[in-house]
Every structure is written in C-alpha cells, then in structure tokens.
C-alpha cells in the first residue's frame, strides 16, 4: 500500500518539475526515519530541517512545509525548530498489508528558492492485533461409526500484524477423541481437527471443542474458534419405557378428551432413530379403544368414550413403541387402569303395583302399593334411604327382602276433607354429595255413603202472604250431601204424619229441588202459623237421611172489608134511629158507631169519617172512636130530623170500606124520655145478643192464644231460631174491636196493628205498609229468643 502510494506522489510530483527547471533547484540528498505505529499525535520523528541542512531562521519565510498528495496527513514539519512530527494516529495494518516493510515517503518544500526534499518514514509494527478467526464457531457433523484417522480442515486464522507478532501456533482443548494437525502451507499455517478415537453419540452425542490461534508478540495475543462436533445417530437401539408396569386410578365419568397418563420411552438414538411412535397392542378389548385413544406421538392416553364404573372397573392396555429407523426396533409395557365409582347414578323407584282408588272405609294398614329400589353405583354411594315427603296419611313398610316396601294407610281416610292423595316419596343415596329421585303416586279416595244430607239451618223459618196462588212454588227447602254421586243425590219428603197431617196434607213439595207448593189458599184470620217437617235422604246404599223443622208464618192482606156492628138495623142492614132532646148542650154524644175488621196492623186499623151529614154545624164525628156528638145546642129554627152517612174505611194499600147510616131525630124533652124507656128495652135486647157474639169471639181467640203459648214453649226450649214474634196487646183502644202481632227477624224488631198504633211506633218503608218497626229493648243475656203473644181485645159499647 505504501508502494502505492509512493507512486501517486511521483506522478503528482512531475507537476513540479516545469517549475524546479525555471524557478529552483533539485535536490537529490535523501533522509531516512522509523517510527513505530500507533503513536500519539505530535511525537516528533527527527528534526528534518537539520538534517536537510537548511537555515532554521529562514524556515518560516520560506515557507517550510510537507507537502501531501492524499487525504490524510499523517506528518507535518514546525516551522520554528524544523520538526518533522507525527500529525495524525498511524495504524500501519492499514497503510500497509502484509508482513513486508511498511515505508511512508514524505515531500518536503522550501522556496525562495524553491527546493524539494524526500524524507522516508519506516512505520515499524507494533503487536495491537490478536489473531481471529472468519466465523466464531464451526460445526462438523461426525458419523458415530467414523473410523479414527479421519482429518476435518479447521478454519485458518488471521493477524494483521507482520513478523514476530503473527500467528505462530494453535492449540486444541483436551478431549479423548480429537487432536489438531498444522500443516504449513507458502505463508499460512492450516490447522486440522483429527479424529483419534471412535464416537458414540448414545453416550456423549455432541463434543464442544475450542481452537486457539496464537501470536508471537510480547505478549503474545490469542483468539478463539469454538468447534461443535455433532456426532449422527446409528439406529442401534431400541425404545425403553420407563416402567413395564403403569397403574393409575380414575373416577367413572371422567370428561372425553381428558387426559389421564402419559407414558414415556426413550431411545437414545437421534432422528428418524430415535422418533417413537406409541400404538395400542392389536389384541386388546373392543371396549378398550372405544373408551380410550392414544396419542402416537406424545404417547398421552386420552378419555375417547364414556367411562362407566358400572359397566368395567378396570381396563389393561398393552402398548408399544416403535422407532422409525430402518429396521425399526420396538418396545413393549402394559398399562393397567382402574376405574374410581363416583356417585353419578341417582336411585331408581320401580313400582311393582299400585291401587291408584282407595275407599275411604279403608282400615289403616292397607297396602295400596308395592315398591323396589335399586341404585348402580356400589357401597356407600348404592345404600339407600326411602321416605315419604309429603305429609299423608300413609307410610312406608320394609320388607323382609333389602329395598322392597310397601306403602300402607296409617290412618282413617276421608273423602269429604282429601279426595285425592298426591304421595311424594323420595329416594337418597349416601354418597357424597347425595343424589336422589322422587316419584309421586296419585291416589284418589272412592266416596263410600258415610254422610247423611243436611239442612244450613234447623228450624227454618218462612213469611208468607195469605191468599198465595195454589199450586205456585211458596219457598224451598236444601239440604247438601259431600259425598258424591248417587250417595249425593237427594230426595225430599214431607212427613205426613201426628198432629200436623191436616197441615201437610195441604202441602206438596218436589223431591229433586225442595220447592214447596201449596194446595190450597191460606187465610190469615183462619190459620196464623203452621209447623211441618221434612225429609232429605240421600241415594246411597244404604240410604242415609236427616230432617228440618220448618215453622211457616202467615203475613195477613188487606182482604177483609170493615163490618158494621152498631148500628145494625132488624133487616141486618146499617141503620139505626136515634132520638135526643132539643135541649141537649154542646159535646152530647149522640151514640157511637161500632165496627170490626178482621184483618191486623193497618190493614184493620179502621177511621170514621162523615160521608154525608144534613148540617155540619150540628154534629161531628171522632175518626178513631167513631162517637156522633153534637157540636152546640139546637134552636128553634134546628130541623127535627137529621141523617148522618159514616163511612169506615181500614188503612190497607188498597182500602176497603164500609157505611152505616144514623138518623138523629130531635124531640122535646118529655118525648124524649118516654121513648127512652122503650128504647132501654130493646136496647138491652140488642146488648145481649152483642154480648153473646162477643163472648164466643172471645172464648175462640183465647184458645187460639193457649195454643200459640204452647208453641212458643217448645220452640223456646230449642232455641234453635234466629227470629221471634210476639202477640202484644194495645192497650189505647176505644170503640172497635183491634189485635195486634208482633214479630222478630235478625236485629230487626216487627209490629202488626190494629186500629191504634202505640206512641213511639215508627213506620219503616217494605213491602207492607202495615208493618213498624219497634226499638229493640232486649236485654244482654237471659232474653227468649223467639216469643209469641197473641191478646184479643173486646171493645165495648158505651152509651149516651
């Protein structure tokens, strides 16, 4: 490289040789200096100006200097002393290659005049390099069965130093198979990896190697080459496992897919040698490979089907590995697997028989069915434990055999309270965590006639308006039956017989609906209240019945029409003739009409009023009392004769009335007196027939009042009835002949009257309007509940 470069300078030299002819002179003298590299920067080489023997005072105006034709200047002169110094580090490896001298040549110019002189510099070398190798590591693949002798070529190594200070020798680590031979070539040295010993790959299947290259400086520098050698595989062995013999234990039900072993040989061959491939054996069960499979490769067993405890408890699987050299040799072991019972199967409930209808006459003990259980899974996880969850009047009963039972009756059955049984037996294992079944059987309870028809209440009570439409439903009567079919089917009767048959003889009732008819009309003034009983019995077998007390009142119409009593004439028509004096006063009582209604409460409350009168100013009428007196005294001018039309009218809803006629005759007073004697006896005659009537009237009523105490007595001594009636007696009355009833229903109390009400009395709108209501004086305790009285009042007549 330095030759190189000395030629480039005298090319660039010959530049100046035009102006060394005109303008200086040549200068031949030569000056020679060694410099060792790598030196600092400004070490000074020699003192060039001296030695070229030039004028160091004039150095400085004669532009003393190196002239340089590259890039790099390596050396520059000091114009002061005449220096030649080192300017720029020097590496000689790279000014010069090889181990050859290494010369710089420098140009060195003055002018004035101008003068050249060469100056060469020797860069000595110096030991900074150590040797390398090209690449860092070389591998060589050896055959394990490669005779000893065999030579493989190392990589040479390289430094860039010259002389003493390149490579001198290489050395190899210790090892029992491998040596190194130098073989000197024109300028290198080549080393050689020689093999001196046969390899097994099966004990030591890879040698690391290292290789030192190594100079001859001071001291000395080294490199490194690491050498891999790879010994390749001969198939001569076989796959090993690592046992002959696995055994392992899994639960039933382990997931498909999961792997549960892996087996593992070994062949210390390498490649296609040592690849194992692991297969099941050829003669194993069916069972085998639809419950397992094996990897070929990573020799893993995996779950391919399900596994079931109570199907196989242990499987044994034969496997061999294989490797794939040629031939290919193989190995052989047994796995043995057994299968862990889990509690996956719940127990089952199988019902032998089964009575789904039981009566409910049944005794308890009945068996009504038979069970068996039974659970797949084995000891603890297959003991059973049955019992019945739902609170029924049944049970169950072991049997003499393990896991068959009955189920009984343990109590009285009733169809009316539970028709139907829904029982809920549970079966559990004692596995953990427990599983268990449930089975229902449904049971129905057939009706036996165990129960007789009844009545809500007993007695009934019934109201009902006199003159009823024959043959038209009155009220009805029901009874319930909780059995079921033809013991629920229900038949009324009235009983027809005692001291009621006049009554129910008048009476029809439908035996399918208990609709009551009457045969006949009844009448309030005749029959006030009536008593019959009837019969509801079932269609059963046999037949099973009840009977009701029902108590029947009869509300009275307004169908009686006032009847004139006084004055009443000898044809029985309602007239009559009275005389009085002229000389009478004012509020004389004429006389006083009587009259009698046989209907009750308004409908026989009966009001006077004057219909026709000849002279208003001289008479009035009292509208309760129905007394004719005179309103002041009579004149001369006053006519003799007077007739006075009264009519008598009831309070019904529809009034019903009648008339009677008095004809006041005026007479003087010794007239008067005479005719009064025989008017006195025929008026006694009339008095005593009024009486006669009277008394039989009073005589009936008071029977009829003995026979409703008696009544009262014993519905009283029963106390079976909700309502009550009463028969009060009306105390302001004066001048017709009135009755009064009373009754009670719920927290109401009812009156009936007759011509006068009592003070107090208050009149609640219905369908009556002769119906009041009373306050209600009852007391807490001790009060009868039901109470009738019934008191006929006699109205007398009282004279003028």
């Not at 297959?382 to 029924?392: E, R």
């Not at 006049?502 to 209240?529: C, H, M, Y």
């Not at 006083?592 to 409908?603: E, F, L, T, W």
């Not at 129905?626 to 009831?650: C, N, S, Y």
Request: proline share 4%; charged share 25%.
């Amino acid at each position: 490289m330095m030759r190189k470069k000395r030629g480039a300078q005298k090319t660039c030299f010959s530049l100046y040789l035009p102006f060394m002819l005109f303008f200086g002179k040549w200068a031949t003298a030569e000056i020679r200096y060694s410099i060792p590299e790598e030196v600092k920067d400004g070490t000074v080489v020699g003192n060039a100006a001296k030695d070229l023997g030039l004028d160091i005072a004039t150095l400085s105006d004669r532009r003393f200097r190196v002239v340089s034709e590259s890039k790099d200047t390596f050396f520059a002169v000091n114009q002061d002393n005449g220096a030649l110094f080192v300017h720029t580090k020097i590496d000689r490896e790279e000014l010069c290659q090889g181990s050859g001298v290494c010369l710089m040549e420098l140009k060195i110019l003055v002018e004035n005049p101008l003068e050249i002189h060469y100056v060469i510099v020797e860069i000595t070398d110096v030991n900074d390099h150590a040797p390398s190798f090209p690449e860092k590591e070389q591998i060589f693949e050896i055959a394990e069965h490669t005779l000893p002798g065999k030579r493989f070529q190392l990589h040479t190594a390289r430094d860039p130093d010259a002389g003493i200070n390149s490579i001198r020798t290489y050395s190899l680590t210790s090892n029992q198979h491998f040596e190194i031979d130098i073989r000197q070539s024109d300028e290198d040295k080549i080393p050689f990896l020689v093999l001196k010993r046969s390899l097994d790959r099966e004990q030591t299947g890879k040698h690391l190697l290292f290789v030192t290259a190594t100079d001859g400086g001071k001291p000395p520098r080294s490199g490194t080459l690491n050498v891999s050698i790879i010994v390749l595989d001969s198939n001569d062995n076989r796959p090993v496992f690592s046992k002959e013999i696995y055994q392992i234990e899994i639960q039933e039900n382990v997931p498909v897919g999961t792997s549960v072993l892996k087996i593992n040989a070994t062949d210390p061959d390498e490649g296609a040698n040592g690849e194992i491939e692991y297969n099941l054996g050829k003669t194993l069960k069916k069972k085998v490979y639809e419950v397992f499979e094996l990897d070929k490769s990573s020799g893993v067993i995996r779950i391919k089907g399900a596994v079931d405890y109570e199907e196989n408890d242990i499987y044994k699987l034969d496997i061999e590995a294989s490797d794939k050299g040629t031939p290919p040799l193989t190995g052989e072991c047994r796995v043995i697997i057994k299968i862990k019972d889990v509690n996956d199967n719940p127990p089952e409930i199988e019902v032998t028989s089964l009575s789904d209808t039981v009566g409910e006459d049944s005794k308890p003990g009945t068996v009504i069915s038979l069970l068996s259980v039974r659970d797949k899974d084995s000891g603890v996880n297959g003991k059973i434990i049955l019992s019945i969850t739902s609170d029924v009047p049944f049970k169950l009963q072991p049997s003499y055999k393990e896991n068959i039972y009955s189920v009984i009756t343990k109590d009285v059955l009733d169809r009316e309270q539970v028709s139907q049984y829904e029982i809920t037996i549970k079966a559990a294992d004692c596995g953990e965590p427990p599983l268990s079944t449930f089975k229902t059987l449904n049971i129905q309870i057939s009706d036996v006639n165990d129960n007789s028809p009844q009545f809500t209440k007993n007695p009934l009570q019934f109201y009902m308006l006199e003159n009823n439409v024959v043959g038209k439903s009155l009220f009805s009567v029901s009874a319930t039956d909780n059995d079921l079919n033809d013991n629920a089917v229900i038949v009324y009767n009235i009983v027809r017989e005692g001291s009621q048959s006049d009554i129910t003889s008048l009476l029809n009732v439908n035996p399918e609906n208990g609709q009551i008819s009457a045969l006949k009309r009844f009448d309030f003034e005749r029959l006030k209240t009536f008593q019959f009983h009837v019969v509801a019995s079932d269609s059963g077998t046999p037949s099973l019945s009840s009977n009701v007390t029902v108590n029947v009142f009869i509300l009275d119409q307004n169908d009686n029409a006032p009847v004139i009593l006084y004055p009443v004439s000898s044809n029985g028509s309602a007239e009559g003739v009275e005389e009085i004096p002229r000389n009478v006063n004012a509020g004389y009582v004429v006389t006083k009409v009587r009259a009698y209604d046989a209907d009750i409460g308004y409908n026989g409350w009966l009001l006077f009023s004057l219909q026709e009168v000849t002279e208003h100013s001289l008479f009035t009428l009292d509208r309760y009392t129905g007394q004719i007196k005179t309103l002041r005294p009579f004149t001369e001018t006053d006519e003799a004769e007077h007739k006075l039309v009264i009519l008598v009218k009831d309070n019904g809803n529809v009034s019903l009335s009648a008339t009677a006629t008095v004809i006041v005759k005026v007479v003087e007073p010794k007239e008067a007196f005479a005719a009064s004697d025989v008017k006195s006896s025929t008026k006694a005659d009339e008095d005593t027939n009024v009486t006669f009537y009277l008394m039989i009237t009073l005589g009936s009523v008071s029977a009829l009042f003995l026979i409703s105490i008696i009544v009262l007595i014993a519905m009283q001594c029963s106390k079976t009835t909700e309502y009550t009636s009463k028969y009060l007696q009306e105390a302001n009355y004066d001048g017709t002949l009135c009755h009064s009833i009373q009754y009670r229903s719920g927290d109401k109390r009812y009156m009936l009257v007759g011509p006068r009400m009592s003070i107090g009395s208050t009149m609640v709108p219905g369908s009556h309007a002769n119906t009041l209501v009373l306050p209600d004086r009852r007391g807490t305790s001790g009060e009868v509940r039901l109470y009738l009285y019934f008191n006929l009042y006699v109205c007398y007549f009282s004279f003028i």
